[in-house]
């Protein structure tokens, strides 16, 4: 058996620690030699998570997720570590579903929140909160640009910057946008898309400290993308666009880092 665990994106502008989106983008992982891939040592975050679930022996990974870029690269590999342990003990038996609720609540609990963890796990776009996850429906099929700097992000640094208490109207502002994109998403309302991927709790904090995402982002929406957002706590950033949009969108990114062209993940974490 061999686990793949799709990377994702985090908050999609409003929806800070509740929406993430699954990206074709896999970390694969199994307990037996991988080709191309590698056996990780005890601070990796899927042997962490695969001892913490009694798993046992060497741990072998391949891993396409850039590390630190806001794309779930931590909490792909805390899901894919947990499931190995899981599928190791269960084998021919082994059943996702059954314990697809535990692999939530621990990998949220080494993640620190719900999101990027819940999008690895489920596939698709995932609303999350009070331990419960959400596949939201998506009557759209967009390709999912992400412009990705050479630089890294610390996420707990980047969290720490965030003000600890927000204005009202901002928090209104943002319930509005969130309920907004999850009605849009589901509608495939790509009119409503930009407007509803508008944020005041985070981006623009973050943005501050990483000035060529911003800028990144501004050139992106002015190419014809229909949305987009700082991936995760960034410096990742990642916008929608249809498919006769893709090549302009693409080009229209700056040319200090590289763009990934994927698709909303719909399977999630598979076991083969």
């Known amino acids: 058996m061999s686990v793949r665990v799709p990377a994702s994106s985090a908050n999609l502008g409003p929806g800070f620690d509740t929406l993430g989106m699954a990206l074709g983008l ?18 990796h975050p899927a042997l962490k998570a695969f001892r913490l679930a009694h798993g046992e022996g060497d741990l072998w990974v391949r891993c396409p997720i850039p590390m630190g870029r806001g794309l779930g690269f931590s909490g792909a590999a805390r899901v894919a570590g947990l499931v190995a342990a899981h599928a190791q003990r269960a084998g021919d038996c082994f059943d996702l579903g059954a314990v697809a609720d535990e692999v939530l609540q621990i990998s949220t609990r080494l993640e620190g929140h719900a999101d990027n963890v819940a999008a690895s796990l ?3 776009v995932v609303a999350t909160a009070g331990g419960k996850a959400v596949r939201v429906p998506v009557a759209l099929d967009p390709t999912v ?12 640094h980047s969290r720490a910057t965030l ?7 901002d928090a209104v502002f943002n319930v509005g946008r969130t309920a907004l994109l999850v009605a849009a998403l589901a509608a495939g309302d790509v009119g409503a898309l930009r407007t509803a991927t508008q944020d005041r709790l985070h981006q623009d904090v ?11 982002l501004t050139a992106a929406l ?3 993308a229909w949305c987009g957002w700082l991936s995760g706590s960034g410096p990742s950033v990642a916008v929608l666009c249809g498919t006769d949009e893709v090549d302009a969108v693409a080009a229209a990114f700056p040319t200090d880092g590289s763009v990934k062209r994927l698709a909303i993940d719909q399977a999630g974490a598979t076991v083969d």
């Open 122 to 124: 489920h596939g698709g």
């Open 222 to 224: 002015e190419g014809g």
């Open 26 to 43: 896999h970390l694969e992982c199994d307990w037996a030699p991988l080709a191309n891939g590698k056996v990780v040592d005890d601070g």
């Open 163 to 169: 003000a600890a208490t927000i204005p009202f109207a």
């Open 145 to 156: 640009l992400v412009w990705v700097p050479s630089w890294t992000t610390s996420t707990d």
């Open 206 to 216: 973050r943005f501050g400290l990483a000035q060529p995402s911003r800028d990144a």
